[in-house]
């Protein structure tokens, strides 16, 4: 079941959508479906009706790194909450004012991560007030910390500290052929009787350069048959306010006046 978040951020994308592609929508016909109708139904100011489906381009290894951070930071705090009250007092003295960011080694797994947050509260709770700045691993006074930490930044100013800010670093993938080819698959899936489009989009995950994501997908979009059941995939670069790529399966395509790169195959 959709969640009513998602509602909203499916209906804000549609919304930047239609401004940035100056798509002739009539705005007051917008209205979010669920499964296993598309994510948007509307009308053009015509009374034409349309229908689009929305993905967002996210790798899944930046989705499980950012949910990893989540919950590596959930822990810290609960683990300040579960001090006993000596030391939590001293802690909550010494980082009043402060964030704190700790480094995780590359590819820890969640059980060094989880083993090592004692460890870094107890090594925190050992320093003079004050303290800012890099703390390398060589500083560590316990010697198995640096199994699972690279280092601690403390960083003082306006904070309601202590803040936690982990950081676990992982690579990031190019999603794009991936997620479209995965909403080809499932042509079958999608019931509307309005003309249906695809609105992949890009938001602030990190990605790779538009020069190496973009001659990929076109690869992949050549070498399809057909895009049914979509008679037109869009890409929507949210961080540059674009569109950054439309593609048809033939020249019926609409007047679309946005400054972006419009391919039909064997035009």
């Known amino acids: 079941m959709t969640q009513p978040h998602q509602t909203d951020s499916e209906l804000e994308?549609?919304?930047?959508?239609?401004?940035?592609?100056?798509?002739?929508?009539?705005?007051?016909?917008?209205?979010?479906?669920?499964?296993?109708?598309?994510?948007?139904e509307c009308q053009?100011?015509?009374?034409?009706?349309?229908?689009?489906?929305l993905v967002e381009f996210l790798d899944q290894g930046f989705h499980h790194l950012l949910?990893?951070?989540?919950?590596?930071?959930?822990?810290?705090?609960?683990?300040?909450?579960?001090?006993?009250?000596?030391?939590?007092?001293?802690?909550k003295a010494l980082f009043s004012n402060a964030d704190i960011t700790t480094f995780f080694q590359d590819g820890c797994s969640k059980n060094v991560v989880r083993a090592a947050i004692p460890k870094i509260f107890a090594e925190l709770l050992k320093f003079e007030p004050g303290l800012e700045g890099d703390i390398s691993a060589d500083q560590f006074s316990d010697s198995k910390l640096i199994k699972g930490v690279r280092g601690i930044t403390i960083n003082r100013g306006g904070f309601n500290g202590p803040c936690f800010n982990p950081s676990v670093v992982g690579r990031v993938g190019d999603p794009c052929v991936n997620i479209i080819d995965d909403k080809l698959s499932k042509a079958e899936s999608y019931k509307t009787d309005v003309p249906l489009e695809l609105i992949a989009y890009i938001s602030s995950n990190p990605m790779f350069p538009e020069n190496v994501w973009k001659p990929r997908l076109l690869d992949f979009l050549s070498d399809q048959d057909s895009i049914a059941p979509f008679r037109k995939i869009w890409v929507l670069d949210l961080r540059t306010d674009k569109i950054a790529l439309e593609w048809a399966t033939d020249n019926k395509v609409m007047d679309v006046t946005a400054d972006h790169d419009m391919v039909v195959p064997g035009h």
């Open 67 to 91: 949910k990893s951070g989540l919950s590596t930071q959930d822990r810290m705090y609960q683990y300040l909450d579960s001090l006993p009250v000596e030391d939590l007092t001293r802690f």
């Open 13 to 40: 994308v549609f919304s930047h959508f239609v401004r940035v592609s100056k798509m002739d929508i009539d705005s007051e016909s917008i209205r979010k479906l669920h499964p296993p109708a598309p994510d948007i």
């Open 44 to 53: 053009t100011i015509e009374g034409e009706g349309r229908a689009y489906e």
